[in-house]
C-alpha cells in the first residue's frame, strides 16, 4: 500500500525524525487556514500524488510552460495562485505515463534553508535478506540517474536484523553521507529511527530523496515516500486510514475485495492463471506472438467459483481487453471449479471478446465437460503455446 508524502511524513515524525512544519489542503476551502498555521515567508506548495517527478512534472491543463508540480511560494497570494492552478489539475511526470494523475491533494510546507540535498532509502535486499540502507550524497537527483552515470556513489549497507543499526553501521552511514558537523552528530540517532520506523510499520520501501542538510548544520526530511508490505496490513489496521482509494485503479480495488493478485497492465489480452510464476509464463508467451497483457491475474490454488466469477468479471470490465486467456494448470486448483467460474461469469456479464481456455492437471476431464456441455463459445486449447497463439491470433486476425 502506498501513501502520500504528507501521510509518510507524519508516520516518521511520530517516530520522532525530523519533518518541516506543514498542513495538507483537501480543498480550497482548507487554503486559508493552511497559510495561517505556518511561519512563512518561504512557502512550498507540493502536488500528493502516488508517481514519482513531480518537481519536473507538467499539468495538462496549463501548457508545457507552466511551473510543476512542487513550486515555491514567498508570499501568501501565490500561495493562492499556485493552489488555484494545482488542485483538480492532471499532473503529467514520468510515472504517471501520459494520461497522468489529477491533483486532489495538496501539500502546504514551510520553506526550509537547504545547505545540501541527499538520497537516503531503505529497502529489503533480496540479495542478502536483510533490510538495506541506500545511501548517497546526490540527493534530489534521479537516483537511476546517479547509478547509471556515476554508480560509485552508491553505497549500499545491509542490516543485521538481529544487532539493528549498530555503532559500526551508523559510522558507515555517515561516511557513505559525508555528513559533518552537527549533521554528523545527530545521523546515528536518525537512521535508528527510520530504521524502526521501517521494520516496525512493515514498511517494503522508504525513500527519502532528498534529506537534508539545513543552513545551521542540522538533518531534515525533507521528502517522504512509503510504501507498507500488502501481507503484513493485518498487524496495522490503523494504517487503512491512510490509503487513497482514489489513487489505485478501481479493478485493482475489486480485486483486493476477493483476495485476488490483480495488477492493471496497458496490453489486450486478458489473462486468467493460477499461479505467480504460470502467470509471468503465460505473459511472457502472450508478447513473444506479438501481443501484449492486459492484466496479471493470479487466482491462487484454493480458488472457489465466486473468486473464479469475479475474476473473469473484473477482466470482462477492462475496455481496453480485445481477448481473454484462461490458462489453468491444477494441482491444489481444481479445473472443474476454474469451469464453473468461468461459465457462471460469461452468463452473468456476457461475452464480447474472443475466450481461448487450457485446462490441465487435477479433475481436467471435468472442466471440459462442464465447458463443453454449456453454451459458452469457447475455443479450447491443447498446451500454453498453443492457447497463446490462438488468442493472439483471435485478437489480431
Known amino acids: 500500500m502506498n501513501i502520500h508524502e504528507y501521510q509518510a511524513k507524519q508516520v516518521l515524525a511520530g517516530f520522532g525524525a525530523p519533518i518541516s512544519k506543514g498542513v ?13 498555521a505556518l511561519p512563512g515567508p518561504v512557502y512550498v506548495v507540493k502536488s500528493q500524488i502516488h508517481a514519482g517527478g513531480r518537481g519536473k512534472g507538467k499539468f495538462k491543463e496549463l501548457g508545457p510552460d507552466a511551473a510543476g508540480g512542487v513550486r515555491i511560494a514567498k508570499s501568501p497570494d501565490e500561495v493562492r495562485t499556485h493552489v488555484s492552478e494545482m488542485l483538480g489539475n492532471t499532473l503529467v511526470t514520468k510515472q504517471t505515463g501520459p494520461a497522468g494523475k489529477q491533483v486532489n491533494r495538496l501539500y502546504l510546507e514551510d520553506g526550509a534553508d537547504i545547505a545540501n540535498e541527499l538520497y537516503c532509502s531503505i529497502l529489503v535486499n533480496r540479495e542478502t535478506g536483510k533490510v538495506s540502507f541506500v545511501a548517497s550524497t546526490e540527493g534530489g537527483m534521479d537516483i537511476e540517474a546517479v547509478a547509471e ?35 554528523a552528530q545527530e545521523g546515528p540517532d536518525l ?18 530523496n532528498p534529506l537534508v542538510v539545513l543552513g545551521n548544520g542540522s538533518l531534515r526530511v525533507l521528502d517522504a515516500k512509503v510504501s507498507f508490505d500488502s501481507n503484513a496490513e493485518f498487524r496495522h489496521p490503523e494504517l487503512e486510514e491512510l490509503r487513497d482509494l482514489t489513487e489505485e485503479d478501481a479493478k485493482e480495488i475489486e480485486a483486493s475485495k476477493y483476495d485476488l493478485s490483480y495488477v492493471a497492465l496497458d496490453g489486450e489480452i486478458g ?11 503465460t505473459m511472457d508467451i502472450i508478447k513473444l506472438y506479438g501481443a501484449e497483457p492486459a492484466n496479471f491475474l493470479d487466482v491462487g490454488g484454493g480458488a472457489t467459483t465466486e473468486k473464479v466469477t469475479a475474476a473473469f468479471k473484473i477482466i470482462t470490465a477492462d475496455p481496453n481487453v480485445k481477448g481473454i486467456l484462461v490458462n489453468i494448470f491444477g494441482g491444489i486448483m481444481r479445473c472443474d471449479v476454474i469451469a464453473e467460474g468461468v461459465v457462471t461469469a460469461v452468463k452473468d456479464v456476457g461475452l464480447q471478446v474472443p475466450l481461448v481456455v487450457r485446462l490441465e492437471g487435477t479433475k481436467v476431464e471435468e472442466g471440459k465437460q462442464i465447458i463443453n456441455e ?18 493472439v491470433k483471435a485478437v489480431k486476425g
Do not use: W
Open 191 to 208: 537512521f535508528r529511527t527510520l530504521y524502526k520506523a521501517f521494520t516496525e510499520s512493515d514498511m517494503s520501501l522508504l525513500e527519502i
Open 24 to 36: 495538507p489542503i483537501l480543498s480550497p476551502d482548507d487554503v486559508e487556514a493552511a497559510i495561517a
Open 374 to 391: 454449456s453454451d459458452v463459445d469457447v475455443v479450447a486449447a491443447d498446451d500454453l503455446d498453443d492457447a497463446a497463439q490462438k488468442i
Open 149 to 183: 552515470n556515476t554508480p560509485d556513489k552508491i553505497h549500499t549497507i545491509d542490516i543485521d536484523g538481529a544487532d539493528g543499526v549498530t555503532d559500526e553501521k551508523a559510522a558507515a552511514l555517515v561516511s557513505a553521507f559525508a555528513l559533518t558537523g552537527p549533521a
Open 271 to 281: 489473462c486468467m492463471v493460477n499461479g505467480a510464476g504460470l502467470a509471468m509464463a
